[in-house]
């Protein structure tokens, strides 16, 4: 490639392409107008000798050329941007602003509630917005400004999002303090004989990604009852001879409260991660918020 061609301004509209994978959304996003943009397109194509993004099903696909692209593209002009940047121009304890996050009650109990008591003392006029988790929702929420930031498992379909890993979450089954059979959820066969309640976030179903690996074993367990949310399933099972599945972090403080059982055979887990567009990236409060939440969660 001849470097005397590529023209900084052309990179940045590069990224901005793969980002938003529209021309008008980009064009907005770069305060250009489409033709500007699309011309500039056509340059890129040119100088990479690829046609960088072509007509899919949903807008514009990104080709194996571009792919390769987007991430040393974007480490290269976060380190521009860096360097042209001063960091000392956010100071959170007089900073006012609004942070809208996207995440289910799990996540707001275990991850967003520690995050605003921190932030009474460190940022006091920082104001948290907690917006419900939807996930066909997600691209445009962030994209559009209805949301900052989401908390939540990333999808593969949406790698031309930003994300920072939080941690892995697994499960440990409850019960009642002396439910005389808790540990025989040690095994598939005892497990399945456990009256039990699920959750199922859309609502109604009562069947989950653990029924199917029982299944291929064999075995099916007995479900009484689906909740909507696992922040109601402790006082469920405290009161009841049913048990549950619940992820581990949501007990960490309660363990107490409950009879708990690992459950060795079960491999199901979830990655919980940050998630955020391309347009708060270099905002120093916004960056200042995800530094804050990924640290709470290394400490505890």
């Known amino acids: 490639m001849d470097m005397k061609r590529v023209d900084l301004n052309l990179l940045v509209s590069l990224e901005a392409l793969l980002v938003e994978r529209n021309v008008t959304r980009a064009a907005a996003r770069l305060h250009m107008s489409q033709p500007a943009l699309s011309a500039q397109l ?37 380190q521009l941007r860096g360097t042209l940047q001063g960091h000392d121009s956010f100071s959170p304890a007089t900073a006012e602003l609004t942070i809208s996050i996207a995440c289910t009650d799990y996540v707001e109990a275990v991850v967003v509630a520690p995050l605003m008591i921190s932030l009474r003392e460190k940022a006091p006029n920082i104001r948290v917005a907690v917006h419900r988790f939807t996930p066909a929702k997600l691209v445009r ?59 199922s976030p859309s609502g109604g179903g009562f069947s989950t990604p653990v029924d199917a690996a029982l299944e291929r074993n064999g075995y099916s367990r007995n479900v009484v009852a689906s909740a909507a949310s696992f922040l109601v399933v402790p006082g469920i099972v405290t009161r ?31 990655q919980v991660e940050l998630i955020w567009h391309e347009r708060t990236h270099a905002h120093h409060g916004q960056q200042w918020i995800r530094e804050q939440i990924h640290d709470l969660m290394v400490a505890t």
């Open 42 to 78: 056509n340059r890129l194509r040119d100088l990479f000798k690829d046609s960088l993004l072509v007509p899919g099903h949903r807008g514009m696909v990104p080709t194996a050329k571009a792919l390769e692209l987007i991430e040393p593209l974007r480490a290269s002009l976060d």
């Open 141 to 199: 929420q962030l994209s559009d400004g209805d949301i900052d930031l989401a908390i939540a498992t990333p999808d593969s379909n949406q790698a031309h999002l930003r994300t920072r890993h939080l941690f892995e979450e697994s499960y440990i089954l409850i019960g009642r303090l002396g439910h005389p059979r808790i540990t025989e959820g040690a095994t598939q066969s005892g497990f399945a004989r456990l009256d039990q309640v699920v959750v």
């Open 240 to 270: 009841s001879d049913l048990v549950a599945l619940v992820p581990r972090r949501l007990m960490r403080n309660r363990l107490a409260e409950v009879a708990w059982a690992d459950i060795p055979w079960l491999q199901e887990r979830f």
